[in-house]
């Protein structure tokens, strides 16, 4: 399951360094023209200053008054003046080199990139120009090799500003994000409460975003609660209206087999409505109590079958709540524990764990089964001895509460009773409570 505030972080992330890249690849970009616009306005002041030499009378590009760095070779600072007739200038900077310079009428200019003498960079200005000798274009040009560093510096500074930003932007986006899923936290603990049985209803005084969806969990909750308990209901309400019949059934027949089946019946209700009045203690829903709940159902059994006078032990090591719905881990021990009263002599012992997973066994002192027939014993409906009192249902049902938990049942001979052991494992959270 995807986070919220991973999904927001990625979200929010993606943004800046989206919006941080526009800004840098256009700062640069302008920056660029900027220094650009300003180099070409010195270089046509330059360019000004070389026509003005080749019009005088000596007509000697070399006696403008220009900046000694165009005397100096390769400096990076150049002049080239191309006359109509073919006849080319270049100022000592060239030495023996030529510039690309394009022929323009007098009165046009342009700014251009080329290469210099040493294949560096380039920003080129020509301008044409008109003198009574004739037309002539003086080309004036500066290497920009330095302009470009300071941009590449420009731009890895900025990026690594950028980076910090986007780091800081992220970590107050975390804070505000935590302070504001802080307010949901009576939301948790109230779910927590709801599992535990404490509560029945989340809170209402909760942010504007989430009220619909507590609200309809509220609604959810007394919809379930309701349908559960009127199953309840119905199913007492129907096992206290066969006792009756019941009971006069046993009284008016004198048919030892009628009377075996009735007394069979009778035994199958008086055990449902043991088991919901143990269910009825807690709240639909509620998460299983091994503590409790395991002491209840044997407590249950002892008063349900008091003339058989069995010794009922337990060992539960498990925190105080399981992540298993109370009503189905009392079904399956329920199950167990009355198959066990049925055929243990003296003793039944109960053994609960959880690590996770939820470790259970359950044994008896009785005559156990035959190997060749465990394998049997999940089916519903078989009976292996059919004398004994039952309908062959309950390790059936233990079998299928289990799978439904994703877990497993197994059978085998008690090492330390010698009867029947019921072992069942079902995996759990690590954290019984964790949401």
Known sequence: MRSLENQLRLSLSTLLIAVLAAWL??????LRQIAEQFVAARLAHDARAVAAAVASPAG??????????????????YFQVQRADGGVQRSRSLWD????????????HQSTSGQGPRQQPLLLWCEGFSHEQG????????????LNAALTRFHLIGFALSLAVVALLLAVQRRLLRRAFRRLDPVRSQIQRIALGAEGHLPEQVPQEVQPLVAAINHLLDAWREHLQRSRNSLGNLA???????HWLLRETDDEDRRAQLTRMSTLIERELTRARVAGRGTPGQWFRPQA???DLLEAMTKLYPERGLRMRQRVEAPEHLPFEREDLLELLGNLIENATKWAR??????LSYGPPLELSVEDDGPGVDPSHLHDLPERGLRLDEAAPGHGLGLGIVHDIARLYGGSVEFDRSPSLGGLRVRVSCPGAADPLAF
């Open 240 to 246: 206290h209206a066969l006792k009756g019949p019941l």
């Open 346 to 351: 003296e003793e039944i012992r109960v053994d």
């Open 25 to 30: 690849l256009g700062g640069e970009w302008a």
């Open 135 to 146: 037309d002539f274009t003086v080309a004036i040009a500066e290497d920009m090799t330095p």
């Open 97 to 108: 080199s030529s510039l690309e310079v394009p022929a323009l009428a007098p009165g046009d």
């Open 293 to 295: 709940d395991v002491a």
């Open 60 to 77: 000697d590009a070399e006696r403008a008054t220009l900046p000694p760095i165009y005397h100096q070779p390769f400096s990076g600072h």
